[in-house]
């Protein structure tokens, strides 16, 4: 399975990678709005993910009591880690 934005095609890198590469945004890190429209939820689902016990969602930075961030990456790799395959299931 391959997320690729539309404006930017996959590139030889994540060819060479396989079907395990889940490509989200050019950016480093989004928003929890940002977040919650590329899951479908809303940012509240976000926002309580965070404060669960265990946490529960991707990993996240904070930079402020206010401001919270979350590396594309890490999104990439939480959403991969997620991935239900029907025949193993």
Sequence with gaps: MRLVPQNQPAD??????????????????????????????????IRRW??????????????SDRVVKYATADVERWLSARRVYPQAA
């Design 50 to 63: 965070r404060t669960l016990r265990p946490l529960q969602g991707p990993p996240f930075i904070q930079i």
């Design 12 to 45: 030889a890198t994540d060819r060479q990678e396989g079907d395990n590469v889940i490509r989200l945004s050019p950016k480093p890190f989004m928003s929890t709005e940002e977040l919650a429209e590329l899951l479908d939820v809303d940012p509240s689902t």
